[in-house]
């Protein structure tokens, strides 16, 4: 049974440019929440998706955008890309909108230069 | 807006020592409770939860945890630790009611046990 698969695992960009990090659920699961983790401290909320909608957002700018797809997979895109964006990109699945506990993939590793 | 606290960063035990890892958090409303851990090389994963009922709850490996409501507390508890306890741990907090979809988590603990 395929847990919570994130690609790519490692990236490195350039300031300025734009990312697509890519999320597949849990088979079953309908929604996708997405956390940034910077070295030190805990996951940070950025978005949860369920059916296809936005459920809620966390305080990032609006270069962070996502979007979940009819399969429930999901996408993160962050244009523009800070020094400070560089983090451990974690999405997180779960049965439905409300949170039971995560189920969490291994994370995409953004390092921007 | 909801806030977390764990106030030990690094614990360092024997193994057979009894261990509490503390958890505060910030909100006055109803909250769903969570401890995860994440060992090395490995992605977070959920240790227990708490919804309501039985304020102590247990969860996998031993580990158990009590809400304290007036101290606003979720404390971790585990009486006889082993190295392959060795991880970060998170304690998290959700807000059903308000936004059912976000989690705030601590900085997270540190635990080494020493064989």
């Known amino acids: 049974d395929a847990g919570v698969t994130q690609s790519p695992t490692h990236l490195i960009k350039t300031r300025g440019q734009q990312v697509t990090l890519r999320c597949s659920p849990i088979?079953?699961?309908?929604?996708v929440s997405w956390y940034q983790q910077v070295l030190g401290q805990g996951p940070q909320f950025i978005f949860q998706y369920y059916e296809k909608e936005e459920r809620g957002r966390g305080n990032f700018p609006d270069r962070f955008s996502a979007r979940q797809f009819p399969n429930y997979s999901s996408e993160l895109n962050v244009n523009a890309l800070l020094l400070g964006d560089s983090a451990l990109y974690l999405c997180?699945?779960?049965?439905?909108?409300?949170?039971?506990?995560?189920?969490f993939g291994s994370g995409t590793r953004l390092t921007v230069v | 807006a909801q806030s977390v606290s764990q106030h030990n960063h690094h614990v360092i035990l024997s193994e057979a020592a009894s261990l509490e890892l503390g958890c505060n958090y910030s909100?006055?409303?109803?909250?769903?409770l969570f401890w995860y851990v994440q060992y090395p090389g490995q992605h977070l994963q959920l240790l227990l939860k708490y919804f309501s009922g039985d304020p102590l709850v247990k969860g996998i490996k031993g580990f158990e945890a009590e809400f304290i409501k007036s101290k606003f507390s979720f404390n971790l508890r585990k009486p006889s630790v082993q190295w392959s306890d060795t991880a970060e741990y998170f304690c998290?907090?959700?807000?059903?009611?308000?936004?059912?979809?976000?989690?705030?988590f601590g900085d997270g603990t540190t635990l080494t046990v020493k064989p």
């Open positions: 088979s079953g699961h309908k929604s």
């Open positions: 909100y006055g409303g109803t909250v769903n």
């Open positions: 998290a907090v959700n807000a059903p009611n308000t936004n059912a979809g976000k989690s705030t």
């Open positions: 997180a699945s779960s049965l439905d909108s409300a949170n039971y506990g995560y189920t």
